[in-house]
């Protein structure tokens, strides 16, 4: 991996901004404080008169934090980043930064289920509009901006569909035009894309799900140029208050020190049982960004490096029943939502739904999160799960 930002990745996870720690400490301590005091009238003024680089009071910045930002920052070769109290505050806030009342949006359709209500019913309310489009050909985005167009807001692969977006071509029709672009890297993580060097101008993250890596914490993170983010923090940030706890900042930066270990275990065990789903005579088709069969397979590994654990899969079967009986049959992988974390897990597409209101093309979609555990466990646990099925058809 050397590819990544200007640091060579484990300088960056176990290393940058803990050269000086107190006390020689390994572990970089958690300042677990709400308010920072000063010296003097001057010191306290000056912290005042600019709160984004001095430390005054924990809902803006907070040394535990900053420290988790500058490494998060560094992976994603961006200038700055903001550690959030959440993914969706992370692209909230990103977008809320973007646009104003008059303005309009070109938005993937299929990017996560609460950015879509943000821009349905919360942008609504300020009149801001916005565009859907599938993404996957660029001339979609030309065709939908209109001359109030600000914002095109990207998430590539989304992540129940598996759908990509060419982002150094969208990139280029964005910067023509004046558009500013955000992404949502979470799938990807910025072991595997850094959407900036493509052109991209902010990055969104869950931390939630692999920077976190354990299950154990909710955070997001929002990554850019300087006066991006020095504009988010003042105008966004602190208004809004979506605040990151010192010890989740200090819990993430412990899983990051992870993620080169991680990241590639999750790859090689989603690929392999993404391939093996595949061969299955009860499986219908698997959408995985790095299966040759994928339709934008080319795309993903020009702007990939890798892909990570989650993928969906469709079982040849259009009975609830059998969607049931299969997901029900599985004792390794867990039954929850989310990802990210070192444990393998299932979402059937249609629990979101009553079993009477299935859409026909969400009914036998199922979502698999591939952990790090031993893949070959995994594969039986599967393979067991779907031979059960194939006793329910008789
Ligand atoms: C989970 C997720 C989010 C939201 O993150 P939270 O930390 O749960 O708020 C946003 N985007 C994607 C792609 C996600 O998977």
Redesign the pocket.
């Given at each position: 991996m050397t590819t990544h930002a200007a640091a060579p990745l484990t300088e960056i996870l176990l290393h940058q901004g803990e050269r000086d720690l107190p006390f020689n400490a390994v572990s970089p301590p958690i300042f677990q404080t709400s308010i920072f005091c000063f010296p003097s009238y001057d010191d306290f003024r000056d912290a005042l008169s600019d709160e984004e680089r001095h430390y005054l009071y924990t809902r803006g910045n907070n040394p535990t934090v900053n420290l988790c930002e500058q490494k998060l920052a560094a992976l994603e070769g961006a200038e700055a980043a903001k550690l959030v109290s959440?993914?969706?505050?992370a692209?909230s806030l990103a977008i809320l930064g973007s646009l104003k009342s008059g303005e309009h949006a070109v938005v993937v359709g299929d990017c996560?289920s609460?950015?879509r209500y943000f821009f349905d019913t919360y942008l609504a309310r300020f009149n801001i509009d916005h565009t859907y489009v599938e993404g996957t050909d660029p001339t979609e985005f030309e065709a939908a901006v209109r001359p109030n167009t600000r914002l095109f807001y990207l998430?590539s692969p989304t992540?129940f569909t598996f759908k990509l977006q060419d982002l150094r071509a969208v990139a280029a029709i964005a910067q023509k035009r004046g558009i500013r672009t955000i992404i949502?890297n979470?799938?990807a993580t910025p072991f595997f894309q850094n959407p900036i060097a493509h052109g991209i101008d902010i990055v969104v993250h869950?931390?939630?799900?692999y920077l976190g890596g354990n299950s154990d914490v909710?955070?997001?993170v929002i990554a850019a140029s300087k006066p991006v983010m020095k504009e988010l923090f003042e105008h966004q940030f602190l208004p809004l208050g979506p605040v990151p706890d010192p010890f989740a900042a200090w819990l993430i930066m412990r899983n990051l020190r992870t993620l080169h270990l991680r990241m590639p275990r999750h790859f090689e065990n989603a690929l392999t049982l993404a391939t093996m789903l595949e061969a299955h005579p009860q499986v219908e088709e698997v959408l995985y960004p790095f299966l040759p069969s994928f339709s934008q397979y080319e795309l993903a590994q020009r702007q990939m490096r890798g892909g990570s654990g989650l993928f969906s899969f469709r079982l040849k079967t259009d009975r609830l029943e059998e969607v049931k009986g299969f997901v029900n049959s599985l004792t390794l992988f867990k039954r929850a939502v989310?990802w990210g974390g070192y444990e393998s897990l299932v979402f059937p597409a249609a629990v979101k739904f009553n079993d009477d209101a299935v859409p026909a093309d969400r009914l036998a979609l199922i979502r698999v999160h591939a952990g790090i555990e031993d893949v070959g466990l995994l594969a039986d646990d599967v393979n067991n799960a779907l031979g059960a099925l194939g006793g329910v058809r008789g």
């Amino acid at each position: 991996m050397t590819t990544h930002a200007a640091a060579p990745l484990t300088e960056i996870l176990l290393h940058q901004g803990e050269r000086d720690l107190p006390f020689n400490a390994v572990s970089p301590p958690i300042f677990q404080t709400s308010i920072f005091c000063f010296p003097s009238y001057d010191d306290f003024r000056d912290a005042l008169s600019d709160e984004e680089r001095h430390y005054l009071y924990t809902r803006g910045n907070n040394p535990t934090v900053n420290l988790c930002e500058q490494k998060l920052a560094a992976l994603e070769g961006a200038e700055a980043a903001k550690l959030v109290s959440s993914g969706v505050a992370a692209s909230s806030l990103a977008i809320l930064g973007s646009l104003k009342s008059g303005e309009h949006a070109v938005v993937v359709g299929d990017c996560y289920s609460w950015v879509r209500y943000f821009f349905d019913t919360y942008l609504a309310r300020f009149n801001i509009d916005h565009t859907y489009v599938e993404g996957t050909d660029p001339t979609e985005f030309e065709a939908a901006v209109r001359p109030n167009t600000r914002l095109f807001y990207l998430e590539s692969p989304t992540t129940f569909t598996f759908k990509l977006q060419d982002l150094r071509a969208v990139a280029a029709i964005a910067q023509k035009r004046g558009i500013r672009t955000i992404i949502d890297n979470t799938w990807a993580t910025p072991f595997f894309q850094n959407p900036i060097a493509h052109g991209i101008d902010i990055v969104v993250h869950s931390a939630s799900k692999y920077l976190g890596g354990n299950s154990d914490v909710i955070g997001g993170v929002i990554a850019a140029s300087k006066p991006v983010m020095k504009e988010l923090f003042e105008h966004q940030f602190l208004p809004l208050g979506p605040v990151p706890d010192p010890f989740a900042a200090w819990l993430i930066m412990r899983n990051l020190r992870t993620l080169h270990l991680r990241m590639p275990r999750h790859f090689e065990n989603a690929l392999t049982l993404a391939t093996m789903l595949e061969a299955h005579p009860q499986v219908e088709e698997v959408l995985y960004p790095f299966l040759p069969s994928f339709s934008q397979y080319e795309l993903a590994q020009r702007q990939m490096r890798g892909g990570s654990g989650l993928f969906s899969f469709r079982l040849k079967t259009d009975r609830l029943e059998e969607v049931k009986g299969f997901v029900n049959s599985l004792t390794l992988f867990k039954r929850a939502v989310s990802w990210g974390g070192y444990e393998s897990l299932v979402f059937p597409a249609a629990v979101k739904f009553n079993d009477d209101a299935v859409p026909a093309d969400r009914l036998a979609l199922i979502r698999v999160h591939a952990g790090i555990e031993d893949v070959g466990l995994l594969a039986d646990d599967v393979n067991n799960a779907l031979g059960a099925l194939g006793g329910v058809r008789g």
